[in-house]
């Protein structure tokens, strides 16, 4: 007995009775709970900021866990603590909200859940396109087994379920409700998310950014409306506008050293209401992608630089030159500590074995909030991805098959069991490995 408590409790050396009993443990618990519970998740998504339901329901697993619980932080977030002796505190987030997407998936529990969306007031279909409803319940496995194993492990576990991750706003709000001074600022700071185009149930971690730094920025562009038939009469914004869209291609093909990733990309244009009017205005609306300060500097000065003087050049006076509006819904790098990477890598591969490992460079510049919570002040942190699509699927889709959906998509579907099961698993050997005295 001894013998098998000192191998869980150091997570050394390929230890297979921690690794025996924990995949146990956490297999039964899928089948038992875990599986159930995830099911409720993906029928009842909730939209950003009004989770009221989701948050509710993790409030009382937590609390069913054992943890004391604490809700409506930041809005509908949920913090679960749980002291266990000297040691440091350590902090797993979990985000929970759901997208406006009908879900077309075809699965058995695929949601129908509608909402009234608290941006345009419309009625709209919920889904959990991106897998929060894995995170949410691989948190509430991991809470049960920490809970039940407290003979393991010394310190503070914190686990925040939070809100609004789509909009990113929910991190940021539960910083600005003061969490870290209401319950302590955290040693350590973990998260995942799951990942259609990876392995189900194989873990990726990256030593630096594992997600991009993202800009929402929207151009005004002013022009002087006029007859289509009579275009010399007017100053048209469909075609200034559509010199920005071109111009602004130069930015990371010319002007970003060719190593360095970026990405502007103009996901609307809008102008006009029929074929022959000339409008007198044109609004663009860009996402902006960036993994450092500097690259992020470059890109949003460019656009200004662009966007004004195509303005200048088309004829427009100073006081209708083109806005650029740079939202504060802005979010910086998710940078992951190299050290405490290799850290958790190492212990991943100790105790789950090395094929349980995935080397996935990241291919695309998606964005996450996560980092709200590890800057200012900085917390040594990691942000990991577990693999949601079976091998066979992608197998199939290299052969040249359906494309896995990706995530977003109204056909996006994740295999749970090996996605929460894998989460768990991961989230308690990361914990296991820094919740030491």
């Not at 022009?223 to 010199?243: E, F, N, R, T």
Request: glycine share 10%.
């Amino acid at each position: 007995m001894f013998k098998r408590l000192a191998c869980l409790f150091l997570i050394v050396g390929a230890c297979p009775a921690f690794a025996d009993e924990l995949s146990d443990a956490v297999q039964a618990d899928y089948d038992e709970y875990l599986g159930p519970l995830f099911d409720h998740f993906h029928r009842n998504p909730e939209l950003s900021t009004i989770e009221h339901e989701t948050a509710r329901r993790m409030a009382l697993e937590l609390s069913l866990a054992g943890f004391e619980v604490t809700e409506g932080v930041g809005g509908t977030g949920v913090v679960a603590m749980l002291e266990n002796g000297a040691g440091p505190l350590v902090m797993m987030r979990a985000d929970m909200d759901g997208l406006p997407v009908e879900e077309k998936s075809g699965l058995e529990n695929a949601s129908r859940a509608r909402q009234v969306d608290p941006i345009t007031g419309n009625e709209v279909f919920v889904m959990h396109a991106c897998g929060h409803d894995v995170h949410i319940t691989s948190l509430v496995g991991t809470a049960r087994y920490m809970a039940t194993h407290k003979d393991s492990w010394s310190g503070t576990l914190m686990l925040i379920v939070q809100p609004a991750e789509e909009r990113v706003l929910g991190a940021r709000a539960m910083r600005d409700d003061k969490i870290w001074e209401r319950f302590g600022t955290p040693d350590y700071a973990l998260a995942f998310h799951v990942s259609a185009g990876d392995p189900a149930g194989k873990i990726t971690v990256e030593e630096g950014d594992a997600y991009a730094g993202a800009d929402t920025v929207d151009i005004i562009v002013h022009g002087v409306g006029a007859h289509g038939a009579s275009p010399h009469a007017g100053k048209d914004p469909v075609l200034i506008g559509s010199q920005i869209v071109v111009a602004l291609q130069t930015l990371v093909s010319r002007e970003l050293p060719p190593r360095a990733p970026g990405v502007v990309t103009v996901g609307s244009f809008h102008s006009g209401t029929k074929h022959n009017i000339i409008s007198d205005r044109a609004h663009l609306q860009l996402t902006v992608r960036n993994t450092n300060e500097e690259t992020r500097k470059i890109l949003l000065e460019g656009i200004q630089r662009i966007a004004v003087n195509i303005g200048r050049a088309a004829g427009l006076p100073e006081d209708k030159l083109p806005e650029v509006i740079i939202s504060n819904e802005s979010v910086p790098p998710t940078v992951n500590d190299a050290e405490l990477a290799r850290q958790l890598r190492a212990a991943w591969v100790d105790s789950l074995g090395e094929a349980k490992l995935h080397v996935s460079p990241p291919e695309g510049m998606g964005a996450e909030d996560f980092p709200f919570f590890t800057v200012d002040p900085d917390i040594r942190s990691v942000y990991w991805s577990i693999g949601g699509t079976p091998q066979a699927d992608l197998d199939a889709e290299a052969a040249g098959g359906p494309p896995v959906a990706s995530h977003h998509s109204p056909l996006f579907k994740i295999a749970p069991e090996p996605s929460v099961t894998a989460g768990v698993e991961s989230t308690v050997v990361a914990l296991m490995t820094l919740l030491q005295p």
